[in-house]
């Protein structure tokens, strides 16, 4: 790498120096975003946990935006539960400066915010935070990003965080 492609690039909250893990990034369009605006994306992870198959039949984008990762560098991982991330045998070993969840869902069951899926929700972002407590390097952040319409607030993010984070690492909303 020469050193005009070795300098640190920012993108809001991102360094293209963090280690960053992209999780359950739908069509990958976060992770491409941010990989274009560093230029070289090694420093990233995306997940999706789609097979590579249901991401391109489900996202018209898909295909394109897979292509568009692995040409900038970054690794793209299929098939990754957020509540069991810790044990996939490609990132077991890697501890990250950055976890990103942008919008966490556990899918659509009901055609509206019912309980039921309100709490099916909030297990996804436990399962999450109980993940990334084990894979954060010492200063690492988990970045959530959620609908704040009045059903969605109902996930109590912020609760379930210092529920689970106590005295860990860097949460933020």
């Given at each position: 790498m020469d050193s005009k492609n070795d300098s640190e690039k920012w993108s809001e909250h991102y360094s293209s120096k963090q280690k960053i893990l992209v999780v359950g990034d739908g069509d990958l369009s976060f992770s491409v975003s941010l990989a274009r605006s560093f230029r070289i994306a090694s420093n990233m992870i995306a997940t999706s946990p789609d097979t590579q198959e249901q991401l391109e039949m489900k996202y018209?984008?898909?295909?394109?935006?897979?292509?568009?990762?692995?040409?900038?560098?970054?690794?793209?991982?299929?098939g990754v539960d957020a509540s069991t991330m810790r044990n996939h045998h490609h990132l077991s070993h890697i501890k990250f400066d950055?976890?990103?969840?942008?919008?966490?869902?556990?899918?659509?069951?009901?055609?509206?915010?019912?309980?039921?899926?309100?709490?099916?929700?909030?297990?996804?972002?436990r399962g999450?935070?109980?993940?990334?407590?084990?894979?954060?390097?010492?200063?690492?952040?988990?970045?959530?990003t959620h609908n704040t319409p009045h059903s969605f607030s109902k996930c109590e993010i912020e609760e379930l965080e210092k529920k689970l984070l106590t005295d860990k690492p860097n949460f933020c909303i």
């Open positions: 018209p984008s898909g295909a394109t935006n897979v292509a568009v990762l692995k040409n900038k560098g970054c690794t793209v991982i299929y950055v976890i990103v969840f942008n919008f966490p869902h556990a899918g659509f069951f009901t055609s509206g915010r019912s309980l039921s899926q309100i709490l099916v929700e909030q297990d996804v972002v999450l935070l109980r993940n990334a407590d084990e894979m954060l390097a010492v200063g690492g952040e988990v970045h959530i």
